[in-house]
């Protein structure tokens, strides 16, 4: 019996042509090796499983297996054959388990050959894909109804655009739609008009942009016909990906553009809820976007250095992370983002990189993301969340030592101690009283209490009321300074042109010398009271040049009174070389010249430093230089107009003497005997030595 049976299966062979003497069925004998060898039935025959079924080869034989959507009208699948059965149409809609996974309670299943396909209800649609659950079409989202007033007029194109291409495939709009490549082409070509002019200065505008472009992205993904795209214009660069299946994807995604890569997963992208048949994945580069986005830093919380917030900006170019889940909020595995910076910066003490996200109010944060890796050319961030992100680049001030502290203390010091002796000089040394010394008086006056104000709370930045009173008071007397200084230079010009007659009354000297820095003030206050006080110090604003009111007037008092030396000088070389020089007068106003030129370029210099000092960002040499010219100011006017001054060295010797004179007095009145005569003795001495001295 056995032997009967191979001879039956041996002559089947025969008849299919597989038969060689001395080999087994599904082998040939090989003429050159004189072996047996493996028959491939499934490449010399191809269809030998018959439609819609595949042939796999194995030694000595093949078997047969029904494509996805098919299946054998046998149970028994083992040796399926071309002479077994063939495979036929497997109607899911019926032999589903639940019918409604298929396509969604909105859908009726409609079975085809291989497959079956969802008909949806009008508000739904399947992207027209076979296997796709109808999936609810919002077209609301894309309704300029919903949107703020004040967004770009390009951007309500886009809208209109979208929510007319959302009514088509949803059934309750017009049937002609535009498959998912030319609708993200014709958004791409909108997106770059929208950016073509250069930087948007309004923050929502900014946000309704990224916001409808991640809708619009969400919507055309599924309708793409390729699994991965990538385009690319002047504005934007994008790379998406998509998934279709039954059944949710899984693996690794990886995108990247010129600016930024993007590393997560397909479980991340596709979330938790209920599958909708499709997953969709996009990274999206704005090439000139981060001008407009270069403020609104409030949210950033980064860390503070001596009591002083850094300033920001933006580092890199803005990208946006689309992905199909519908909870982005609340990741389950966070997302890494790789960004390049704008430019290559070497590590700093006081330079860091912030990983941030733009809020649909209009401003950066940093809650939910932060600095994985950075180094002079890139920065990893980890957000668990998803957005439109960047990286900002924080300017730490830097720290003040405690070096500079003291130079500043005692520089200031020096400097109070000096205008106070020049004050008191100036106000009790009759030799000298005169206009020139009612200008150097109140010019002392003005310095003083501006280095004391200056002193005391230039740092004081908190509360915010008091920080701008204290500016507005610097404000002020330094005015005052330079104006006295201004007066000061006309006076000397007078003193050369007009010889007789060239004081000036007090009155219109404090009407000039307080007036006019009082009138800038109150104009400047009245314009712009928030530019007095900043974050950082109690001075002017350095925004919109509002700093520019106080070095508008200094510049111009140091212009005019350059003049009026140059006019004096040239006067004063005339009267030199004239046949009756009064040689006495002329020395002392050439004295008075120099002394106010020297004041003149001390002052000039301080604010010259003082300009970078009141920037965000100063070097760290300036506060030194302005601390070292603050103090020298006062030591100047003291050692020039003071010390160098034959009648106040002279008072000052008279001064010192009477006081030698009175402890030598109150000396010889202890040493006596005769306790009441000496002192009666020694308090008329004394009358007789100051009538002398006056």
């Known amino acids: 019996m056995g032997f009967g049976k191979e001879l039956l299966l041996l002559g089947l062979a025969c008849a299919l042509g597989n038969c060689v003497l001395g080999c087994e069925i599904g082998f040939s004998q090989n003429t050159t090796i004189k072996n047996c060898t493996d028959i491939n039935e499934c490449s010399e025959n191809p269809s030998v499983c018959g439609n819609h079924s595949r042939c796999f080869n194995t030694i000595g034989s093949y078997y047969c297996q029904c494509q996805h ?66 999936s609810k079409l919002d077209c609301d989202n894309f309704s300029a109804g919903k949107k703020p007033k ?47 002019p ?26 793409l016909k390729n699994k991965h795209i990538k385009m690319e214009n002047n504005r934007i660069d994008a790379q998406i990906a998509v998934q279709r299946g039954t059944t949710r994807p899984t693996g690794e995604i990886r995108l990247s553009s010129e600016y930024a890569y993007l590393d997560t997963d397909w479980a991340t992208a596709a979330g938790t809820g209920k599958y909708s048949g499709f997953a969709v994945a996009a990274l999206l580069s704005y090439k000139n976007l981060e001008s407009s986005v270069n403020r609104s830093f409030e949210m950033v919380k980064g860390s503070e250095e001596n009591g002083a917030e850094p300033s920001y900006q933006v580092f890199s170019k803005v990208v946006s992370v689309v992905v199909s889940n519908p909870s982005t909020q609340t990741l389950s595995r966070s997302v890494n ?54 990286v900002l680049m924080a300017l730490h001030p830097i720290k003040h030592t405690y ?18 002796l020049c004050i008191l000089t100036f106000k009790f040394c009759r030799s000298i009283q005169g206009t020139r010394t009612t200008i150097h008086l109140h010019l002392c006056i003005c310095l003083f209490i501006a280095d004391l104000i ?63 820095p009082l009138f800038i003030v109150s104009i400047s206050a009245c314009a712009r009271p928030n530019g007095y006080g900043t974050k950082e110090h109690c001075w002017l604003s350095t925004d919109d040049g509002f700093v520019w009111s106080f070095f508008g007037p200094v510049c111009l008092v140091i212009f005019v009174n350059v003049f009026f030396f140059i006019i004096t000088v040239w006067k004063l070389a005339q009267k030199f070389a004239s046949l009756n020089p009064d040689l006495s007068n002329l020395h002392k106003i050439k004295a008075f010249t120099v002394t106010a030129v020297a004041q003149m370029c001390i002052l000039g210099l301080m604010w010259v430093s003082g300009v970078f000092l009141f ?58 005997t005769n306790p009441s005569s000496s002192q009666s003795q020694g308090s008329k001495s004394g009358q007789q030595t100051g009538e002398s001295q006056i």
């Open 198 to 223: 250069g930087t948007l200065n309004i923050d929502a505008s900014v946000s309704e942009l990224l916001t409808t472009m991640e809708e619009s992205i969400l919507f055309i993904g599924p309708q």
């Open 403 to 420: 070096g500079l502290e003291l130079v500043t203390k005692i520089g200031l010091t020096i400097s109070l101690l000096c205008l106070t």
């Open 615 to 672: 920037q965000e960002d100063p070097p760290v040499a300036v506060p030194y230089i302005f601390t070292i010219f603050n103090s020298l100011q006062g030591a100047l006017v003291f050692i020039m107009h003071c010390l160098l001054s034959k009648q106040v060295r002279e008072e000052y010797a008279n001064f010192l003497s009477c006081i030698c004179t009175s402890q030598k007095k109150r000396y010889s009145d202890l040493s006596t």
């Open 69 to 134: 959507g098919f299946r054998l009208p046998q149970r028994d699948k083992v040796n399926f054959t071309a002479t077994t059965g063939r495979c036929q149409d497997l109607n899911e809609c019926t032999e589903s388990k639940n019918k409604e996974e298929l396509c969604g309670p909105n859908g009726e299943c409609k079975n085809i050959i291989g497959s079956y396909w969802c008909n949806c209800s009008n508000g739904y649609t399947n992207y027209s894909v076979e296997k796709t659950p109808c």
């Open 337 to 390: 983002i790789t960004f390049r910076h704008l430019e290559d910066i070497e590590v700093l003490p006081n330079v860091s990189y912030i990983c941030a996200y733009w809020t649909e109010t209009g401003a950066w944060s940093t809650d939910g993301c932060s600095k994985r890796d950075s180094n002079a050319s890139h920065t990893i961030c980890t957000c668990n969340h998803l957005s439109s992100f960047a």
């Open 454 to 516: 200056f002193l005391a709370g230039i740092s004081k930045t908190e509360p915010v009321g008091g920080c701008r009173f204290v500016a507005a008071m610097l404000h002020f007397f330094f005015l005052a300074v330079f104006t006295w200084m201004l007066l000061e230079g006309v006076q000397l010009y007078r003193m050369v042109v007009l010889v007789f007659n060239a004081t000036m009354r007090p009155l219109y000297l404090y009407a000039v010398g307080y007036g006019t």
């Open 150 to 196: 004040q967004f770009l007029g390009g951007l309500a194109n886009i809208m209109s655009m979208m929510r007319n291409s959302c009514l088509a495939l949803s059934g309750t709009g017009s049937k002609v739609k535009l498959d998912g490549d030319a609708l993200l082409e014709k958004l791409f070509t909108e997106t770059d008009a929208i950016l073509s």
